[in-house]
């Protein structure tokens, strides 16, 4: 029943705060984003599934669930491909099952030679004008050197210093992702990703091997600002069985009134 009248609620919401009107799927290619990814489980996630499948439908958006890598598929052959032989006593099967999908994903866009794709975790709540602000963010996208990803989200509730920002421009270089909730990233950096994956197989929950990959250099990060998306494990509006935060009205108030805080004052301490 909670579940229920949490789902009543989210759907409620998309009429609320998200862009219905997004424009057709024609729009997003147009752009060149010719894949839209959501990282999923086959089991224990029927609600993010029901909430997907209605936001995404409600805004015109083709996607497809991905869930190739879902523990009830793990086999030697498949996790040894990406994973160091130690990964299972380090991390749990939901977050290698986590960064596998967002990996198998990678493998769709190289194999479908996407220039550009969107990859979700089940659990997005889109703020303002998505469609807007996906169509700055692509043009701009499109004076970077190919290599790249692009965080939409605004999970870690940090944002480009307020003296860096210009108006006009989306994009800020940066040295860590903000998590992998929501993000864009182009054809090059899924190659050269699967291609270090050959030589450096992972060990970490996908936040971190992201932010590994950039400490090597391997992909570039920007981060969109302002930001496109919010995690609803995060935000209070659902629970996620592999984060430890909580939802609910008393998360809900906990979350806004950090976004406030970090959006409207410890930012400007930000140099």
């Not at 862009?19 to 839209?36: A, S, T």
Request: glycine share 4%; proline share 3%; net charge neutral.
């Amino acid at each position: 029943m909670i579940c229920e009248n949490a789902l009543g609620i989210l759907l409620t919401d998309i009429n609320k705060n998200a862009e219905v009107e997004f424009g057709n799927q024609n729009m997003l290619k147009d752009l060149g984003i010719e894949g839209i990814y959501v990282v999923h489980a086959l089991k224990g996630y029927e609600v993010q599934e029901q909430w997907v499948n209605k936001l995404f439908a409600d805004n015109d958006m083709d996607f497809r669930f991905v869930t190739d890598g879902d523990p009830s598929k793990f086999t030697d052959n498949l996790l040894s491909k990406y994973f160091n032989p130690s990964i299972h006593n380090i991390q749990s099967e939901g977050i290698v099952s986590c960064t596998l999908n967002h990996i198998l994903s990678y493998e769709e866009i190289v194999r479908n030679e996407h220039k550009y794709s969107l990859v979700f975790e089940n659990d997005p709540y889109f703020l303002n004008n998505f469609q807007q602000n996906i169509s700055n963010i692509v043009r701009e996208a499109e004076t970077l050197k190919p290599g790249f990803i692009i965080s939409l989200e605004n999970t870690t509730l940090k944002f480009p210093s307020p003296y860096k920002r210009k108006r006009g421009k989306y994009l800020y270089e940066a040295d860590t992702g903000r998590c992998a909730g929501a993000y864009l990233i182009d054809l090059q950096a899924a190659r050269v990703v699967l291609d270090d994956l050959k030589t450096k197989k992972c060990n970490d929950i996908i936040d971190w091997w992201h932010n590994d990959l950039i400490r090597r250099d391997i992909i570039k990060m920007y981060w969109a600002h302002p930001p496109l998306v919010e995690q609803c494990s995060h935000n209070g509006k659902m629970s996620s069985t592999i984060s430890s935060k909580n939802f609910g009205w008393k998360r809900q108030v906990r979350w806004n009134l950090q976004k406030f805080y970090k959006t409207y004052v410890l930012q400007w301490f930000r140099f």
